[in-house]
Nanobody, 126 residues
Framework: QVQLVESGGGLVQAGGSLRLSCAGSGRTFSNYAMGWFRQAPGKEREFVVAISRSGRTTYYADSVKGRFTISRDNAKNTVYLQMNSLKPEDTALYYC???????????????????WGQGTQVTVSS
């Protein structure tokens, strides 16, 4: 059974940092690009960042560029999201997802990704 489990969310003050992890099992996720999305209450799920299978290519949403860093450890079937200089507008439920291809999908929407975790809550207080 394919499973993605996110962890590392929590409550942090503005300007603080969090590191999210996403551990995969039941499939060799290291063969595919992966991404992080987030969804705030009353809003659509939005793309945050994606990483290619090799980890050499990344793509960030403008809203997080320069503050967030994605990385992956294929030996551990895990992808990470280091979030620095957090802002209240970063508050959301954060999901990791597995793409259907090895390169980062040009389609930034959720429908380019096959498997999803249950999400981890990030709350940034002002």
């Amino acid at each position: 059974q394919v499973q993605l489990v996110e962890s590392g969310g929590g409550l942090v003050q503005a300007g603080g940092s969090l590191r999210l992890s996403c551990a995969g099992s039941g499939r060799t996720f290291s063969n595919y690009a992966m991404g992080w999305f987030r969804q705030a209450p009353g809003k659509e799920r939005e793309f945050v960042v994606a990483i290619s299978r090799s980890g050499r290519t990344t793509y960030y949403a403008d809203s997080v560029k320069g503050r967030f860093t994605i990385s992956r450890d294929n030996a551990k079937n895990t992808v990470y999201l280091q979030m620095n200089s957090l802002k209240p507008e970063d508050t959301a439920l954060y999901y990791c997802a597995v793409a259907r291809q090895v390169t980062i999908p040009t389609n930034r929407g959720p429908d380019a990704y096959d498997y999803w975790g249950q999400g981890t809550q990030v709350t940034v207080s002002s």
